[in-house]
């Protein structure tokens, strides 16, 4: 989906590419160490129910700029959503 000035907005599972680079390289530079292996990455998706089906990757110019990771989970009986990570990728910060 094209928005504005060369922003696009694409499904995480329709990204072709190392997924988990993009949490490796958006959480970057934070005062904790949040980078990943596969393995690790692959685990905490199952734990914490997230779903690349509800989660969204920003591209400028047609490279990764920053993600939403989401997913759903049963809270005092409720579905409710929730966010598992936003990350804007280095280069795009301001």
């Given at each position: 989906m094209r928005l504005f000035l060369g922003i696009s907005v694409v499904l995480?599972?329709?990204?072709?590419f190392q997924i988990f680079?993009?949490?490796?390289?958006?959480f970057s530079g934070?005062?904790?160490?949040m980078a990943m292996t596969v393995d690790a990455y692959t685990a905490?998706?199952?734990m914490e129910?997230?779903?690349?089906?509800?989660?969204?990757?920003a591209f400028v110019d047609g490279q990764p700029?920053?993600?939403t990771l989401n997913g759903v989970r049963i809270i005092g009986g409720r579905?409710?959503?929730w966010n598992g990570g936003t990350a804007v990728?280095?280069?795009?910060r301001r």
């Amino acid at each position: 989906m094209r928005l504005f000035l060369g922003i696009s907005v694409v499904l995480y599972f329709h990204v072709h590419f190392q997924i988990f680079y993009l949490w490796n390289e958006g959480f970057s530079g934070y005062y904790f160490n949040m980078a990943m292996t596969v393995d690790a990455y692959t685990a905490r998706l199952g734990m914490e129910g997230l779903s690349p089906a509800m989660s969204v990757v920003a591209f400028v110019d047609g490279q990764p700029a920053g993600f939403t990771l989401n997913g759903v989970r049963i809270i005092g009986g409720r579905k409710v959503a929730w966010n598992g990570g936003t990350a804007v990728l280095p280069g795009f910060r301001r």
